[in-house]
């Protein structure tokens, strides 16, 4: 190759930038590795996109767009700053957070939406820099229910209550850019307010919601589809529903904060209902090559409360039920998360580090049984490689190749350089990884350096590689 192909331009752009030699996060070229690729290094084909390795960047929110003007909610320069930079730094799939459906879906006044055509020229932006440098682009597609209409944490954070603790929830007003009146849910009334507090009480963090009707939630169910099409307009390449944390969808899940007597509520059929809905008329408007994540909260840790023991609340057997549905709806991969949907839940959600990984990996296990074809994502408080690397390991693979080295010493030598787990299921497919993200936005890089993996860098950052292990 001549000097100058080394140095082509990612095609489709108004701007240069190269295109890495290697893609970075992957296994460098002819590299000599310290016994074989870990599954975390391996790609995965999902319909019609291949992640490059198993690291995805979970969604997180950054409250960092405009609350009135025409780019309200729009992205900006920020989210290219700080998604892209886990994109050059070799990230499979990088998520852009909670993005309302509609207006009133947003988290904040300062929450990015996607119910508008003027949207999407900046989710392009952020999406195509991400792409340029070899990740996949992720949209999170979601409406915040009840928990709508609320400040940036860092305004909440600054406030203190009567009794002098820190607030973790302000409500954003109209003179804040909230909607007060327009907060929804599957239920109405004060006594739905996420805190349950009173109006008036000077520690309430949430407004009261309006139930939403059955027209109403049809019209939501477009709003969706249409969020969708939008995205795939923006050359996004993998959606995320928003099933979790107490957000809408999962306040119908579960009957600690869905009673209607419609047929939204009651059974499992009808408070999973808004849910398939939402999947099927998503499904129907994206190209059949693209992938449909679902992340839900697979347990609201209610079962040991007064309150879910008299109303019942989504549990593990509940997610595994909702799982096996998944396949034939055309979801394609479950984002298992836990929590959110009730102030008296009875774990803190960040507290035990395998917390939400042993769900997962017992979803995958009931699935796997049943043959169902869902891949499983697993997250939370996945900081460390060779934890990382144990979640997602397929028991054959590190066998498979090593027993693709001919020379029998060093064969043996690969095999015991490497966890050995033939037979064994991995927990998961893929892990997301957020608040490290934050802290570390080259973890990738780090994970492979410490597992002792030789990974391609950016082009651009080649000359200050980790020296090797
Ligand atoms: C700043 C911040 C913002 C978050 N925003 C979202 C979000 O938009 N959507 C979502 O599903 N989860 C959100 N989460 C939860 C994370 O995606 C993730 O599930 C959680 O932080 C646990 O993973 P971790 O231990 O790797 O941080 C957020 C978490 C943080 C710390």
Same mark, same amino acid.
């Given at each position: 190759?001549?000097?100058?192909? *080394?140095?082509?331009?990612?095609?489709?752009?108004?701007?240069?930038?190269?295109?890495?030699?290697?893609?970075?996060?992957?296994?460098?070229?002819?590299?000599?590795?310290?016994?074989?690729?870990?599954?975390?290094?391996?790609?995965?084909?999902?319909?019609?996109?291949?992640?490059?390795?198993?690291?995805?960047?979970?969604?997180?929110?950054?409250?960092?767009?405009?609350?009135?003007?025409?780019?309200?909610?729009?992205?900006?320069?920020?989210?290219?700053?700080?998604?892209?930079?886990?994109?050059?730094?070799?990230?499979?799939?990088?998520?852009?957070?909670?993005?309302?459906?509609?207006?009133?879906?947003?988290?904040?006044?300062?929450?990015?939406?996607?119910?508008?055509?003027?949207?999407?020229?900046?989710?392009?932006?952020?999406?195509?820099?991400?792409?340029?440098?070899?990740?996949?682009?992720?949209?999170?597609?979601?409406?915040?229910?009840?928990?709508?209409?609320?400040?940036?944490?860092?305004?909440?954070?600054?406030?203190?209550?009567?009794?002098?603790?820190?607030?973790?929830?302000?409500?954003?007003?109209?003179?804040?850019?909230?909607?007060?009146?327009?907060?929804?849910?599957?239920?109405?009334?004060?006594?739905?307010?996420?805190?349950?507090?009173?109006?008036?009480?000077?520690?309430?963090?949430?407004?009261?919601?309006?139930?939403?009707?059955?027209?109403?939630?049809?019209?939501?169910?477009?709003?969706?589809?249409?969020?969708?099409?939008?995205?795939?307009?923006?050359?996004?390449?993998?959606?995320?529903?928003?099933?979790?944390?107490? *957000?809408?969808?999962?306040?119908?899940?579960?009957?600690?904060?869905?009673?209607?007597?419609?047929?939204?509520?009651?059974?499992?059929?009808?408070?999973?209902?808004?849910?398939?809905?939402?999947?099927?008329?998503?499904?129907?408007?994206?190209?059949?090559?693209?992938?449909?994540?679902?992340?839900?909260?697979?347990?609201?840790?209610?079962?040991?409360?007064?309150?879910?023991?008299?109303?019942?609340?989504?549990?593990?057997?509940?997610?595994?039920?909702?799982?096996?549905?998944?396949?034939?709806?055309?979801?394609?991969?479950?984002?298992?998360?836990?929590?959110?949907?009730?102030?008296?839940?009875?774990?803190?959600?960040?507290?035990?580090?395998? *917390?939400?990984?042993?769900?997962?990996?017992?979803?995958?296990?009931?699935?796997?049984?049943?043959?169902?074809?869902?891949?499983?994502?697993?997250?939370?408080?996945?900081?460390?490689?060779?934890?990382?690397?144990?979640?997602?390991?397929?028991?054959?693979?590190?066998?498979?190749?090593?027993?693709?080295?001919?020379?029998?010493?060093?064969?043996?030598?690969?095999?015991?350089?490497?966890?050995?787990?033939?037979?064994?299921?991995?927990?998961?497919?893929?892990?997301?990884?957020?608040?490290?993200?934050?802290?570390?936005?080259?973890?990738?890089?780090?994970?492979?350096?410490?597992?002792?993996?030789?990974?391609?860098?950016?082009?651009?950052?080649?000359?200050?590689?980790?020296?090797?292990?």
């Amino acid at each position: 190759m001549a000097p100058q192909d *080394y140095n082509n331009g990612v095609p489709g752009l108004p701007y240069f930038t190269p295109k890495h030699i290697t893609s970075p996060g992957t296994p460098a070229p002819n590299a000599q590795q310290n016994g074989s690729t870990p599954t975390l290094f391996t790609p995965l084909t999902i319909r019609g996109t291949t992640l490059r390795n198993r690291i995805l960047v979970a969604p997180m929110c950054q409250y960092s767009t405009a609350s009135e003007g025409p780019t309200t909610g729009a992205l900006t320069d920020y989210h290219i700053a700080t998604l892209g930079h886990y994109a050059l730094k070799g990230a499979g799939l990088v998520f852009i957070e909670a993005t309302g459906v509609q207006a009133n879906g947003r988290i904040s006044p300062n929450c990015p939406g996607l119910w508008s055509d003027s949207q999407i020229p900046a989710l392009r932006r952020v999406s195509d820099f991400i792409k340029s440098q070899g990740a996949q682009s992720g949209i999170q597609l979601a409406h915040a229910g009840r928990k709508a209409s609320t400040c940036a944490p860092w305004i909440a954070g600054a406030q203190k209550t009567a009794g002098g603790t820190r607030k973790v929830s302000v409500k954003a007003d109209v003179d804040a850019g909230g909607w007060p009146s327009n907060v929804v849910g599957p239920m109405g009334g004060q006594e739905w307010a996420w805190d349950e507090k009173a109006a008036d009480d000077e520690s309430s963090g949430y407004w009261a919601p309006r139930a939403l009707s059955e027209e109403e939630i049809g019209g939501l169910v477009q709003d969706w589809a249409a969020a969708a099409q939008r995205a795939v307009k923006a050359g996004i390449d993998v959606i995320e529903i928003h099933g979790a944390h107490g *957000y809408l969808i999962h306040q119908f899940l579960s009957p600690v904060t869905n009673q209607r007597t419609d047929k939204y509520g009651g059974s499992f059929e009808n408070r999973t209902r808004i849910l398939v809905e939402i999947i099927k008329a998503i499904r129907a408007v994206v190209p059949d090559s693209m992938p449909v994540y679902l992340r839900i909260s697979s347990t609201d840790w209610m079962e040991e409360t007064e309150k879910g023991k008299k109303l019942g609340s989504w549990d593990v057997e509940s997610s595994i039920r909702l799982a096996k549905l998944l396949p034939g709806l055309g979801v394609d991969l479950l984002d298992v998360s836990s929590g959110g949907n009730h102030p008296e839940q009875r774990i803190n959600m960040f507290d035990s580090k395998d *917390y939400q990984i042993k769900i997962a990996a017992q979803i995958r296990a009931e699935l796997k049984k049943e043959n169902l074809g869902l891949f499983i994502g697993a997250v939370g408080l996945i900081t460390e490689a060779e934890q990382a690397r144990d979640i997602v390991e397929e028991g054959g693979a590190a066998d498979a190749a090593a027993s693709q080295i001919s020379d029998t010493e060093l064969a043996k030598e690969a095999r015991a350089a490497v966890k050995v787990t033939e037979g064994k299921e991995p927990l998961a497919d893929v892990v997301l990884v957020a608040r490290q993200f934050m802290r570390e936005p080259e973890w990738v890089l780090r994970v492979a350096w410490q597992l002792g993996l030789d990974v391609a860098w950016p082009n651009q950052f080649l000359r200050v590689r980790f020296p090797k292990l």
